[in-house]
């Protein structure tokens, strides 16, 4: 084996052979399954710049050995003259590995994120790993070439006083670089992923707080991506920030039917199953992440635009709010001396290009620490934290959607906090609190109340459809009524003016058929939707318990119809 900057040749009793550029072991990697064996090389490209080169085994077998070859000649590495060079380059490989024993041993990670070595925890960043045990943690060089958005920049206090300062009682700041410090927590307190949805104007400085959250990660150009990408790329944008956040901009630019389904699979952290070349099932990629979007309308206006109804589970894994809190500076509530909102706009992005990374660091060093101390005792203390604040934003007898919401919120209360405490972020005890509070609340009356969220949708779908149709396809059962003469078409039922015996106001009641019903429903199940519509008082319920009751109608006798009885000015 070469040493110091000795070139690797072959000694034979005549003459030594020249082979290969400089080349020298550091290590063998395998991963925590003791799989996927890599050889760490030290090597010199033709700029006499020494780089680490990580040799698959597997690539040995590949062709040849051609593959390896090809693998050492892309970042710089050369070969002597002779097919005999590039064999010996092989041979000087193996007999690395027949006296493996005398090199250290390193773990190798496939992705950034969360690695345990028994009781330790270690985050695993391109180029480092935080915390962890005494062997070396490396990553796998594809993963590393390609996971961009965790470079450093400036000093951890000029990005606190340029950036980090300004987001004090600016609650969307707040909530954009609290989503960036939240990731890691979700395999702490076993949470699954989630988003959150900055919507509004063009000019209210959405992409702002998107650059100021990316800045505690990495260079924002690099990290904030585009949701024009398929659902497969972004599913591979997730897989290589595992354990960390993802950070898309322009929300309107995506196919309404593909962000809907990624949103599906970047909550769950489970990538769709693929074949292999053979057709074997591969392992599906598995991650856990955070993700922060940006655009002018939300996922709902989206789908709703394209002719669909938005699943409440999208609503809930994707939780849009408004980017403007109100008080004329569009993002933000404090302006802390600028002249406007885009003055401070334009700086926040201008110093989040200088000073970024450092942040996310330095609070990975703490929570690798408190970890690595006493795992079960700091994840106690964040779900007493993540309880508390449910307890506060979503009262009793609040729907178990709104709960689960606002459990995410909590863990992004919890980071925020956490970071404060240990001078992570300059800000003061309960300013993380309270702007992610403000911003779920926004949240919460964007959606409509505590109440289930499909109960909402029906309401609104239900009501819709009468006033849309009730004019044109209801015949009226009062001969003297003033449209009795005008042509039903697609008759959905009959109507009948009523009037309220102590205000003496008049209302429409309605006679539904059941097909009808149905599409006045949209897709929620017809029993489902007619039982709740009796417990709002939408539908009557007959003497006999029957929602759907037999009724005698004009000219066309007796038949079953769901009676929406009419409502007047002051019910609810």
Known sequence: MSTGHQQPRRTTNRKQSFFCSFLRPLGLARTTKGSDYALLFEMKNPDQTRVQFLLRLEDLQLAGGEVARIEFARRGGFFGTGIRARQLFQDFINAILKHSKNISRLLLADRTGWLRQGSRWAYVLPDTAIGGGSEKIIMQQATTSEAQGYEESGNHAGWKQQVGGLCINNSRLILAVSVALSSPFLAVVKQEGGGVGIIGGSSEGKTTALHVGASVVGMPGNAIRTLDATKNALEGAAALCNDGTLFLDEQGMAVPDALAAAVYTLASGQGRGR???????????????????????????????IGKRPAAG?????????????????LFETLHGFASGAALSDHLRLASSQYHGTPFRAFLEVLARDLNKDSDQ??????????????????????????????????????????ARHGVVPWPEGEASWGIRECFNAWLQRRGGHGPLEVKTLLETFEGWLQINGEARFTPMDGNHRDAARPVINRAGFRRVVASVPSDETGMEYFIFPAAFKEAIGAAEPRWAARVLVERGWLSVHKNGDICQLRKLPGIGTCRIYHAPARFGDDD
């Open 378 to 419: 700091l994840r106690k203390a964040f779900l007493g934290e993540i309880k508390a604040f449910v307890d506060e934003v979503a009262p009793s007898g609040s729907d178990g959607q709104v709960v689960r919401v606002a459990a995410r919120f909590g863990l992004l209360a919890a980071a925020g906090e956490y970071a």
């Open 314 to 330: 999208q609503m809930l894994r994707l939780a849009d709010i408004p980017a403007s809190p109100g008080g004329g500076h569009g």
């Open 275 to 305: 074949a292999d070349q053979r057709g074997d099932l591969r392992a599906s990629r598995k991650f856990l992440a955070n993700f922060i979007t940006t655009g002018e309308i939300g996922i709902e206006a989206m789908l709703k635009g």
